[in-house]
């Protein structure tokens, strides 16, 4: 694995860290957006080890779904769960009459970490 794509994970993981952190404290909304971060993190490491790079996010999650769901690379439901929480992410960023729940905050931190797993899993086997 190289420099680049370490960091990325690294940067996802503690991204999550920062998600889990603000579930605790309440910061429900702050919490998705972070564990939409950890995730899209996470994605670019996957990609980047590809030698992919985009800068949109829907650029990323498109390539990700290209790459790996639709591959059989890494489980379709992996690609969800990266949409999924994108969307999560712009109603607790941009939806002002929107609040995430605690259970809705604490499920997008749990398929963050299971995301991470996996592409640390997929990384970690050396295919890129």
Do not use: W
Not at 33 to 39: K, R, V
Not at 42 to 67: M, N, P, Q, W
């Amino acid at each position: 694995m190289n420099a680049e794509v370490a960091a990325r994970l690294g940067r996802a993981r503690s991204t999550l860290e920062a998600a889990r952190v603000l579930a605790a404290q309440a910061l429900l909304n702050e919490a998705a957006s972070e564990a939409y971060y950890a995730m899209f993190h996470a994605a670019t490491a996957a990609l980047a080890a590809r030698g992919l790079g985009f800068s949109k996010h829907s650029a990323v999650i498109s390539a990700f779904g290209r790459e790996f769901a639709k591959t059989g690379a890494l489980a379709p439901e992996y690609h969800r769960r990266l949409r999924e929480a994108f969307d999560a992410r712009q109603a607790a960023t941009y939806d002002y009459t929107h609040e995430i729940t605690a259970a809705e905050a604490l499920s997008l931190c749990h398929d963050a970490g299971q995301f991470i797993a996996a592409i640390e899993e997929y990384l970690g086997a050396g295919e890129p």
